[in-house]
């Protein structure tokens, strides 16, 4: 590269009309160009374009064709991503400091590499402010358009390193960023630009509908949102698809400790009822609705639990998933089933949800929505276990000499209780069918005997 061609000098910020003049009445041309607004910016516009060239053959010249980024992408669609900025930033850098360009100060002398405070020829200003108004114009690329929204963000802008968060901001629909500002208030901008680089792409998932419902969920607290975990906000926008999701499990979402559990009850089914709400609504001399309307399990799960949904909320993600869902198996139920199976729950929640600690048990005693029994499909519980058949195994073993609490408190929750139990439950359903045992007996003939004690031997002793 010619030495000429690196030089950063007056001329490199000079428009057409100074340019044209000659070199005795440029000094006087440019003290008149300078008078004009935004001449700096002006300046610094035509020093970059004319830069920009020599950037890229710089690139070209000392990286590896595989690294290139710079090649074939004209200047103002660089100015429009934080990556090619940062890179064409490095470039100068680099060339600055080995002597590839030379940077002229206001009298014209070599200003040496890393002194930043001193004021450059080619637009009059030091290449600390150069940096900032670099950024700012790189703002108004990406916010081309939305100008009114660069309004809102341009005064915490700061160096290149707050470019990567501008492009995501700058991809905000206008009703996302009505949302935020409406819940941040004057502190909108030290709180988007103060979350790190990963926790704003997260938190930038969440689409507009999910912003709204976790402001109506959680009221105040919906600032608490910037400060979750990546995963988990990214758990949300994979999994949480619509609205009444967020409705229904409502400011029970701060109970969640993990994005794993988050998945899960995102898992949960949900079913349009759209045609049912709008028969009803027509039935009754209302319109139709606009959109769709769902109903979650998240809703039947809460509603069957009751005071218990939050402490299942706390538990490992695999177990949340496994008893939300037996759990949302009630609404397949009607009538005196569904009674009885709400008080099962109760019992089973009141006594004995602490002690579970992961879905193996819960699939030991056949509690799954796979169980035609426990769906209701059918009634004959020679079929499979019945969930009151489950919860009288667990009265028995809580009612046993040598086993009761310690036994929950202990083998219960480990791999060699599971298979214990697993095992008790083949045992019973073989019973039942042989007519040895019935099911509205289990937990006094388990209590009270050893007839069905054969995989529980070893297990436990009190």
Same mark, same amino acid.
């Given at each position: ?5 690196? &030089? ?42 004319? =830069? ?26 660089? =100015? ?10 490095? &470039? ?32 009059? &200003? ?155 609504? &027509? ?142 439950? $083949? ?21 009270? $005997? ?13």
């Amino acid at each position: 590269m010619e030495t000429r061609l690196t &030089v950063i000098g007056e001329t490199l910020g000079d428009g057409e009309i100074v340019a044209a003049l000659p070199s005795f009445l440029k000094g006087m041309g440019r003290s008149l160009a300078n008078m004009f607004p935004r001449s700096t910016r002006k300046r610094l516009n035509r020093a970059l374009h004319r =830069l920009y060239p020599r950037l890229q053959n710089v690139e070209h010249k000392v990286l590896k064709p595989e690294s290139l980024l710079l090649q074939g992408v004209p200047l103002d669609e660089a =100015l429009a991503d934080p990556d090619l900025i940062d890179r064409g930033w490095a &470039v100068f850098q680099a060339s600055w400091k080995a002597g590839l360009v030379t940077l002229r100060d206001l009298d014209g002398d070599p200003i040496p590499f890393g002194k930043n405070g001193l004021e450059t020829a080619c637009c009059g &200003v030091a290449m600390d402010d150069v940096e900032e108004a670099l950024v700012m114009i790189a703002a108004e690329h990406m916010f081309a358009g939305n100008e009114m929204a660069l309004e809102k963000v341009g005064d915490v802008l700061g160096g290149l390193a707050d470019l990567p968060k501008l492009r995501i901001i700058a991809e905000f629909d206008a009703l996302r960023l009505d949302h935020l500002r409406e819940a941040f208030g004057n502190r909108f901008e030290e709180i988007m630009f103060g979350m790190e680089l990963e926790h704003l792409k997260a938190f930038a998932r969440l689409e507009p509908h999910a912003l709204h419902a976790l402001r109506q969920s959680m009221g105040k607290e919906f600032i608490e949102v910037t400060q979750w975990d990546p995963d988990y906000l990214n758990a949300i926008a994979d999994t949480f698809q619509v609205v009444e999701q967020f409705r229904d499990l409502g400011p029970y979402i701060i109970s969640v400790k993990s994005s794993e559990t988050i998945r899960s009850i995102g898992s949960w089914s949900i079913r349009d009822i759209t045609e049912q709400v709008n028969a009803k609504r &027509v039935k009754q001399g209302k319109q139709r609705l606009k959109g769709r309307r769902y109903e979650t399990d998240i809703a039947v799960v809460r509603h069957v639990l009751g005071k218990h949904f939050e402490v299942l909320m706390e538990r490992p993600g695999d177990l949340v998933d496994a008893i939300g869902r037996v759990c949302a198996t009630t609404r397949h139920l009607s009538g005196p089933a569904r009674s009885d199976r709400y008080d099962q729950i109760a019992k089973l929640a009141d006594r004995y949800l602490e002690y579970f600690s992961s879905a193996d048990m819960v699939k030991a005693l056949h509690l799954t929505e796979n169980n035609p029994v426990v769906r209701g499909d059918t009634d004959d519980s020679n079929v499979d276990l019945s969930f009151g058949e489950a919860v009288l195994i667990l009265d028995g073993l809580w009612n046993k000499q040598g086993f009761g609490r310690p036994f929950f408190e202990g083998p219960f929750q480990n791999e060699k209780g599971v298979k214990a139990i697993a095992g008790l439950v $083949t045992n019973i359903q073989s019973m039942k069918k042989r007519g040895s045992v019935k099911g509205g007996e289990i937990d006094k003939i388990l209590g009270s $005997t050893d007839l069905l004690d054969a995989s529980l031997k070893g297990v436990f002793k009190k």
